[in-house]
């Protein structure tokens, strides 16, 4: 996971994959994919906005505090969380705005530095500045344990938007 995207030797998804009954968002160099119950593809020039409004964003303290209190539930055996957060992601199109639920990446959630770094990552994709490969050529070469903390993840598309600045 970098930021709000989930990358993996299948690709880049925004959002984590999609539950049983639910809908993905998948990000390729030609455009933007959903899949899942609902369905749409478009192509970056097709698309004049992409955004996250409600992914889950706590201060480092809190994210902490939720995560022990997570962890401390679960293991009285009150059990945790049985599904990951959902969040709204905007699609702008010239035609119109549409609105697709996926699952947040992030337990228990995102930093908002991480938030607004991705949006502008997402906004480089739109005006074809950079395209999601920079994300999975990241993840092929890359070492990359399952999951980075959130600094690390700030500090990735740090780099990614540096890397492609003046393309």
Excluded: N
């Amino acid at each position: 996971m970098a930021g709000l995207f989930w990358v993996d030797g299948k690709g880049c998804l925004l959002g984590a994959p999609p539950l049983r009954d639910g809908t993905g968002i998948r990000l390729t160099d030609a455009g933007l994919e959903v899949f899942g119950t609902e369905t749409g593809s478009w192509t970056w020039e097709q698309v004049e906005r992409v955004t996250v409004v409600d992914a889950p964003v706590r201060s480092a303290f809190r994210r902490g505090l939720s995560t022990a209190l997570s962890f401390a539930t679960t293991a009285a055996g009150f059990g945790g969380p049985e599904e990951p957060p959902l969040m709204t992601v905007r699609v702008t199109l010239a035609e119109g705005e549409r609105a697709y639920e996926v699952p947040s990446a992030a337990w228990p959630a995102y930093s908002e530095r991480e938030v607004a770094l991705s949006h502008r990552l997402l906004d480089r994709f739109t005006s074809g500045a950079a395209r999601p490969s920079l994300l999975t050529g990241w993840w092929r070469v890359s070492d990359c344990p399952v999951a980075l903390r959130p600094a690390e993840r700030e500090a990735l598309l740090e780099e990614l938007l540096e890397r492609w600045a003046g393309r």
